[in-house]
């Protein structure tokens, strides 16, 4: 397989991430860009940029004919989905396969495999994989009411074609299962084209754990360890961290080897994370999903073991067999990374397009700015409003966490909000420092913060 120039079929903060990885490996990179950013930092730093479609993403970025159009015309021999619009999309692997372009991912399979959540946990349990006590396919409202006296309230109602955090409904009693059906079926149709729903027992009091996976083409499969994502918002992830500070250091072990196990099920190959749900009452963790692409947060992983996961997947795709064996992974400190948003989160976290008139990112050791950004830029209001992710790492998680407050404050932007000013409020949080959080923990902390800056 031959990675000599590659199409980033992406923008923002992982274009650049993209092709800065290429960059260290001597690949040329094309920047696809809508006309949104043609004069994005991406388009400036790739060897050339072409413009895929219009602003809309469903015009350029969502576009395979748009990217395979693109890739050719620009002689890519390989395409980089980054995260997002079509990184999960087995239509967009098999377009590149079918037109002698090497994608750097996963196979078609793996990503039909994994994208069905349904399929997935049958996959999950043929590998021995806990699982949250629930049921497959709920035909419709009433079907779904009887699974649901089994299952026991409160319950989620998911889609099956779902990920990143959509397509999710908790259900609280018998009340509301049938409204609640109608409605989650409609968004998963509207969202996904599939309006699959299956149900999963609520696990309140819990942490969300993933497994960081590699896989080459020769059937080697590690993992880099775990991450604690917990910290969310409407299942959208705002501050990570590695490695999982509050799992006991055998539960640990057990949940990346069965990640790993999972993966070697399915042969997989590239970089890939497999989710957990982990029950802080009882200390047990049960598979949620495997997200089939390179995640937001995967520099904390990077900055713990030196690893560049983005550089592997590009030597994957070219055929390459993993340089490590597990026994070689060594994980050094903790790190954690706060996503810096273009929302105002004192008005509901409201997007915040527009211009930026000053950018000044912290720096110093142990501190890394993934972004896109820069004074003068122009903020669009078409997009996720990830502007970058600040990552620190130290030796333990206490100076971790006071290296992080101190980066946020040195943290300058003005033109829009930013996050900014919440996060320092989190990380300097006596519950957060003492690791007593949970998934639902965020979004009680944004009440508060709200009603301060209110008051």
């Known amino acids: 397989m031959t990675v000599t120039r590659v199409l980033v079929a992406n923008r923002g903060e992982i274009a650049v991430r993209i092709i800065r990885a290429c960059q260290s490996l001597g690949i040329e990179t094309v920047a696809a860009v809508s006309e949104a950013d043609r004069e994005s930092m991406a388009a400036r730093l790739a060897k050339r940029a072409v413009c895929i479609g219009p602003a809309r993403s469903t015009d350029s970025y969502l576009k395979v004919e748009n990217l395979i159009a693109a890739a050719q015309g620009t002689a890519c021999d390989a395409l980089h989905p980054g995260y997002g619009f079509l990184s999960e999309r087995a239509s967009l692997a098999q377009a590149c396969a079918e037109n002698g372009i090497t994608f750097v991912g996963p196979s078609a399979q793996n990503i039909m495999q994994m994208g069905d959540k349904l399929e997935a946990r049958k996959i999950a349990r043929s590998a021995g994989v806990p699982l949250v006590p629930g049921s497959d396919h709920a035909k419709n409202p009433h079907q ?256 971790t966490a006071d290296q992080t407050y101190q980066a946020l404050d040195q943290f300058h932007v003005s033109g829009i909000d930013t996050l900014v000013p919440f996060l320092k409020t989190v990380i300097a949080d006596s519950e957060y420092r003492a690791g007593a959080v949970n998934t639902r923990w965020l979004e009680k902390k944004l009440e508060q913060y709200s009603a301060s800056q209110v008051g």
């Open 144 to 399: 779904a009411a009887q699974l649901a006296e089994a299952i026991g309230y409160p319950l989620l109602l998911k889609a099956s074609a779902g990920g990143g955090g959509r397509g999710i409904k908790l259900v609280w009693n018998k009340d509301e299962i049938e409204n609640t059906f109608r409605t989650a079926a409609a968004e998963a149709r509207a969202a996904f084209g599939n309006d699959t729903l299956y149900m999963e027992k609520y696990v309140g009091n819990a942490r969300h754990i993933e497994v960081q996976i590699l896989g080459d083409c020769h059937g080697n499969v590690i993992h880099l360890g775990e991450r604690d994502c917990s910290l969310q918002r409407r299942h959208q992830k705002i501050i990570e961290e590695a490695p999982a500070y509050a799992v006991p250091p055998e539960v640990r072990t057990k949940i990346c080897n069965a990640a790993a196990t999972l993966a070697r099920s399915i042969g997989y190959r590239s970089a890939g994370t497999i989710e957990f749900i982990y029950a802080n009452d009882s200390a047990e963790f049960y598979f949620l999903e495997m997200n089939t692409r390179i995640q937001v947060e995967h520099p904390v992983t990077e900055m713990l073991t030196s690893v560049d996961l983005v550089a592997q997947q590009l030597r994957i795709a070219r055929g390459e067999t993993l340089p490590f064996r597990q026994s070689d992974i060594k994980f050094a400190g903790h790190a954690i990374e706060c996503r810096i948003n273009a929302e105002s989160p004192q008005h509901g976290f409201r997007p915040c397009p527009g211009h930026i008139i000053d950018w000044q990112e912290p720096r110093g050791p142990g501190i890394r700015v993934d972004t896109h950004c820069f004074p003068g830029y122009f903020v669009p209001p078409y997009y996720d409003s990830l502007l970058a992710k600040l990552i620190v790492h130290a030796d333990t998680r206490q100076r």
